[in-house]
């Protein structure tokens, strides 16, 4: 059940990443530093989390690739 849930919290942290990163592309458009501040400390944190969940879930991804024994 915890690895489910971790999964889900680094799918959602992905997914605001991803989002945030295409607005950045497309328009321009920070929202995560328009909506918490330009480097404050909460955004950094997002960033962080956000970078943490990328690292989980290509450790999971690469743990489900490996043959089975």
């Given at each position: 059940m915890k690895s489910k849930s971790m999964?889900?919290?680094a799918n959602i942290l992905?997914?605001?990443?991803g989002l945030n990163w295409?607005?950045?592309g497309l328009f321009e458009i920070n929202?995560?530093?328009?909506?918490?501040g330009e480097?404050?400390?909460l955004?950094?944190?997002v960033y962080t989390?956000?970078?943490?969940?990328?690292l989980y879930s290509?450790?999971?991804?690469?743990?489900?690739?490996?043959p089975c024994k």
């Amino acid at each position: 059940m915890k690895s489910k849930s971790m999964t889900t919290v680094a799918n959602i942290l992905l997914m605001v990443g991803g989002l945030n990163w295409g607005l950045v592309g497309l328009f321009e458009i920070n929202l995560v530093a328009n909506i918490l501040g330009e480097m404050s400390t909460l955004t950094r944190v997002v960033y962080t989390l956000v970078g943490l969940s990328g690292l989980y879930s290509l450790a999971h991804m690469c743990n489900m690739c490996k043959p089975c024994k």
